[in-house]
């Protein structure tokens, strides 16, 4: 299928961006990496009547430290995850998931903040984003922002931006001493999008579990926090009777919908069956 016709303008700033988003009276959309935009135009799911090329805009790219924390650029292509050593040291979820990302020539073209922008409930890095506590930097005609991820998708394609707002880094929160992590997902095929997956990070001091978030995707019309399967393993040590408890606390987290080719009850035994798997491979870490 063909897209419909539409205007192309390109812009080297921010404040430009928003001007030319306005001049449109919301009838354009922003165009970074294309990854999932270009596809959606020749499927004719959207049809903008402009694109604001937003892939130059300088301060949308960098990775560095600030105030602590680590600063991912929202044009983060998903493949600098991989190889970035700054992510790999203070972002270590981030860098795991990466590669589970489709395939090589979408992660060379696809950036960080497309995805978490998109929302795309079974995409892997807005759950590593809530997994992480990492916090969303937008910016718009009100001036930038800071949002947590958790609070950052508030449902199916749907984030808690305003329209014309733009994702203009990610922060991640300084890594605590004793931190671990883990990510795994199930797919009928290597790069296809998840049936289930999941997200760990945990801080472990002489084996026992101080604090530790769980976020599964593709569970819900959004990245899913395990807060029970969370709570059964604070206080104790990653085991086979933490392991147990946390699977059947899994019953009370998760709530998916009912598919015809995938019922419910098979997406949360998968779930089951994935987070006993990632815990018991950090159980000789922690």
């Known amino acids: 299928m063909k897209s419909p016709a539409f205007d192309y303008v390109r812009v ?21 990496g294309g990854h999932s935009l270009v596809p959606s135009l020749a499927l004719r799911l959207q049809a903008p009547a402009q694109l604001i090329d937003i892939s130059g805009i300088t301060e949308l790219s960098g990775i560095y430290l600030e105030n602590g924390w680590l600063r991912i650029g929202a044009m983060t292509r998903h493949a600098q995850a991989i190889s970035d050593p700054l992510i790999a040291k ?20 696809g950036t960080i903040g497309g995805s978490l ?6 995409s892997e890095f807005p759950a590593v984003a809530v997994a992480m506590g990492a916090e969303m930097e937008v910016i718009g005609a009100k001036g930038a922002r800071r949002i947590p991820a958790d609070a950052f998708f508030v449902g199916l394609y749907e984030t808690a931006m305003a329209p014309g707002e733009i994702l203009r880094a990610v ?3 300084p890594v605590r ?36 978030s769980i976020a ?15 709570k059964a393993l604070r ?12 699977k059947e606390a899994l019953s009370e ?3 998916p919908p009912d598919d015809p080719q995938f019922p419910a009850s098979a997406r949360v035994h998968l779930a089951r069956v994935l987070l006993g798997r990632i815990l018991a491979n950090l159980e000789a870490s922690a």
């Open 12 to 32: 080297d700033s921010v404040a430009d961006a928003l001007s030319a988003y306005n001049a449109m009276k919301e009838d354009a959309v922003y165009l970074a």
């Open 90 to 109: 203070h972002a270590a979820l981030l860098a795991a998931a990466a590669p589970y990302v489709a395939h090589p020539a979408i992660r060379n073209r």
């Open 117 to 122: 922008s998109l929302a795309d409930p079974a």
């Open 171 to 173: 922060f991640v929160p």
């Open 177 to 212: 001493p004793g931190q671990i992590i883990g990510f795994d997902e199930i797919a009928r095929r290597r790069g296809d999008y998840a049936m289930v997956g999941a997200a760990v990070q945990a801080v472990a001091i002489d084996g026992v579990i101080e604090a530790i």
């Open 216 to 230: 599964l995707f593709s569970v819900g019309e959004r990245p899913t926090p395990a807060l029970q399967a969370a």
């Open 235 to 246: 206080g104790g040590k990653i085991d086979t009777a933490g392991i147990t408890a946390a």
């Open 253 to 255: 987290d998760l709530d």
